[in-house]
């Protein structure tokens, strides 16, 4: 059994071993998408092949779309080389659910594969052709909140974006100034509308894209680089719209027990694929079985009825609720919580924290009790049933190959919007901050987490962090099971409100999360003894 057109012609073959085909002519549907492109979507990763790709393969299975997407790479273009065009576009989409069960789609959509590429004339000229279709209608993107970013970390121009700035849309090096020169060509090519929908999981996804794209509209005519009309055609929102999204869906890396079961079934040239920019892609992506899109419904060139593949649409204030919901009450702070204790309890899978007494009611209390009651509730989606969901099928999903060390990445970058949030609700809304007991408890565990020793004495790596070379001096000097004057080495962090949100000290909270800290750092066992005491 090998993943492409000539393997699949015995379909008997796969459907006994359990995997779902598709149901469209497929040939019919890759015409239909390379002559009337109407869905492009930029990064070609892992959520993207197990959600949109999926949304549109049960759309194509339904008959609601005849044509499929057109899928492009412009960060590792070995990607589409290596994995996408030698497995015909296809992909399979293992969905892990809680209760055991697996089910295994070969996921056909794609309809065509194309590489972000200004230098080879082939690829970038077909993507122009694409672009200049009255028939496309929406751009999608899953290329991770950094891939809009114009500057670095000082907030400089970057490189080769200063570079695209001075030379024009003719040949662009960044990836984001591919995209804009893309846009231009539709542009010039009669100014026709279309929609642009950042679906990355970061806060007004679509006002990042929307400032990268003007960014370069601006430079490009105040440089004498482009028709000054451009800038107007991208902020003109009958004819370009950048819709904001509120995503969730969990898709861990390819696992080595997934890629087992599959070889068990038959399957050949299953080897994950380490490309030479360290991206790790395999002809299979893991999933969890829940999954969100929440969209907001603004195409001025119309669009596909994605709602009947379960997207919702709605206006832009209901996003904003929805992703405010998500990322301050009814899951991050729930992931971030597991992250940082679990790598100081030893764990390395999250669905283990939650046959933890401690950590279970450790994260159900920071739900239900302290972020559930100052939450905004969106109205198409409930935030009980969504945090229910969240600690009853998700997170304790044995099947889900998720790691307490992969979430706690960046959490300096985190706090301030998962927990500082809802301090700042409570402020606002006359509530008592005395009733906050466990997140602080949080932040006492994300500094005792910065020693980078478990609470059995072993030393740990800390995950990747920008913030790290600047958080850990303040934990530097104290050892476990030494006495020292807490407050005074941790008092210039617990002020700092860009990492917090607030200042821990204006809002009464920082003698609390000395407190916890300190006995934290008595000892052996101190941490799973201080759990045990206020949870």
């Known amino acids: 059994m090998i993943l492409n057109e000539n393997g699949l012609k015995d379909k008997e073959q796969w459907k006994s071993k359990g995997y779902s085909l598709p149901k469209y002519d497929r040939q019919e549907m890759i015409k239909n998408t390379k002559e009337n492109p109407t869905w492009v979507h930029f990064g070609a990763g892992n959520i993207f092949r197990a959600f949109q790709a999926n949304v549109a393969q049960n759309l194509l299975n339904d008959g609601v779309l005849s044509s499929g997407i057109t899928v492009v790479e412009g960060f590792d273009y070995e990607i589409i080389e290596k994995k996408y065009r030698p497995n015909d576009n296809y992909s399979i989409l293992v969905t892990l659910k809680a209760d055991g069960n697996i089910e295994k789609t070969v996921v056909g959509s794609i309809g065509e594969s194309c590489i972000l590429d200004s230098e080879n004339d082939v690829e970038f000229g077909r993507l122009k052709e694409i672009f200049a279709k009255d028939s496309l209608q929406l751009a999608t993107f ?68 929307y400032a990268a794209m003007n960014g370069f509209a601006e430079k490009w005519a105040e440089n004498g680089l482009c028709d000054k009309g451009f800038v107007d055609y991208i902020n003109d ?7 904001w999204s509120m995503i969730d869906k969990i898709t861990p890396r390819p696992d080595e027990s997934v ?13 994950p694929v380490i490309t030479s920019k360290n991206t790790y892609v395999a002809p299979f992506v ?56 679990g790598c100081l309890l030893g764990y390395t899978k999250i669905s283990d924290e939650m046959k933890d007494t401690e950590l279970v009611k450790l994260v159900e209390t920071i739900g239900y009790k302290e972020g559930l009651p100052v939450v905004i509730n969106p109205g198409v989606l409930d935030p009980k049933e969504f945090i229910d969901t969240v600690l009853k099928v998700r997170i304790p999903n044995p099947f889900m190959p998720d790691t307490p060390q992969r979430i706690a990445t960046d959490t300096s ?68 099971g030494e006495a020292c004057d807490v407050e005074a080495s941790l008092k210039g962090i617990l002020e700092d409100a860009k990492i917090f949100g607030v200042n821990l000290y204006e809002v009464g909270l920082a003698d609390k999360v000395c407190g916890y800290f300190s006995e934290m750092i008595a000892g052996k066992g101190a941490i799973r003894a201080t759990l045990k005491k206020y949870v």
Request: proline share 5%.
């Open 142 to 209: 899953t290329i991770t909140e950094k891939g809009y970013s114009l500057v670095d970390g000082k907030g400089e121009l970057l490189g080769l974006v200063k570079a695209d700035f001075e030379a024009g849309p003719e040949k662009p090096a960044s990836y984001i100034g591919k995209v804009a020169a893309l846009l231009y060509h539709r542009y010039v090519n009669g100014k026709k509308p279309i929609a642009m929908v950042s679906t990355d999981n970061c806060s007004h996804n679509g006002d990042k894209l």
């Open 237 to 243: 929102k009958s004819l370009v719209s950048f819709p």
């Open 259 to 271: 890629e087992a079961l599959l070889k068990e079934d038959g399957l050949e040239d299953l080897e």
């Open 286 to 341: 893991n999933a969890e079985e829940t999954e969100y899109l929440v969209i907001e419904d603004a195409f001025p060139n119309g669009r596909p009825a994605l709602e009947k593949g379960g997207i919702i649409f709605t206006d832009k204030e209901t996003v904003d609720k929805v992703e405010r919901m998500k990322v301050c009450t009814c899951l991050n702070p729930l992931h971030t919580a597991l992250a940082v204790y």
């Open 413 to 480: 970058q985190k706090l301030a919007i998962r927990y500082g949030e809802t301090i700042k609700n409570y402020i606002k809304e006359g509530k008592n901050l005395e009733d906050l007991k466990l997140i602080p408890l949080v932040f006492a565990g994300w500094l005792r987490y910065l020693m980078a020793v478990d609470d059995e004495g072993n030393e740990f790596e800390l995950s990747p962090d920008p913030l790290l070379e600047t958080v850990r001096p303040f934990v530097e000097g104290i050892k476990i």
